[in-house]
């Protein structure tokens, strides 16, 4: 299955985060993990995830155009029967091939903490409380179809909550983590964490 996704992406301080969980109506919150998994041949632009949810979903994504706060990719999902420490790669061409013939390794696992709010036509509103890596980060995230969703827009800026250039994706920011903390133990040990330096 492959559909665009198109969203705009709000990264917030905690107060923010705070504040917007009574500036919308939303749903019961719920958790879902993504577990990333890389090799050193494919494009660091390109998605590929284990999503646990209800079920596990296979998930690639695929940078059709970022611009600022907006990020447009078209998304590749199919189901998948566990979460591998190495991902057999005849797995992830079933779903779309990224063009590696070799198993990919997993680097780690991003928890989210999701409220979201669906009042509005074609839009869906998530706030979320992201831990990874020993670190919590806050987020907003707009999805939506057809035209551009300015009303909530609008609410956001009213409450001094503005739109931000170069808003990096969940992936970006586990990934710069993961260096961080690759980079610390090197240097303070003189070697990478095992399977996290490619």
Known sequence: MVHEEKEIKV??????????QSLFSFEKPYVQSNYYYGHENIDTRITIRIR??????LQIK??????????????YEGAIDEIYDILPF?????????????DLYLLGKLCTNRRVCTLFPDIEIALDMNEY??????????????????????????????????????????????????????????????GYDK
């Open 11 to 20: 990264l917030l301080t905690k107060e923010e985060y705070e504040m917007i």
């Open 52 to 57: 646990k949810k209800n079920d596990l979903k």
């Open 62 to 75: 695929i940078p059709v155009c970022i611009n600022g706060s907006l990020h447009i990719k078209e998304e």
């Open 90 to 102: 005849e797995k992830v061409k079933n779903i779309y091939d990224v063009g590696v013939d070799s």
């Open 133 to 194: 890596l020993g670190k919590i980060d806050y987020e907003l995230e707009i999805e939506y179809k057809g035209g551009y969703p300015t009303q909530v827009i609008d609410i956001l800026e009213s409450e001094n909550i503005f739109l931000k250039g170069n808003t990096k994706g969940k992936k970006t920011r586990f990934m710069e983590q993961l260096q961080e903390g690759c980079a610390c133990k090197r240097e303070n040990k003189g070697e990478w964490m095992q």
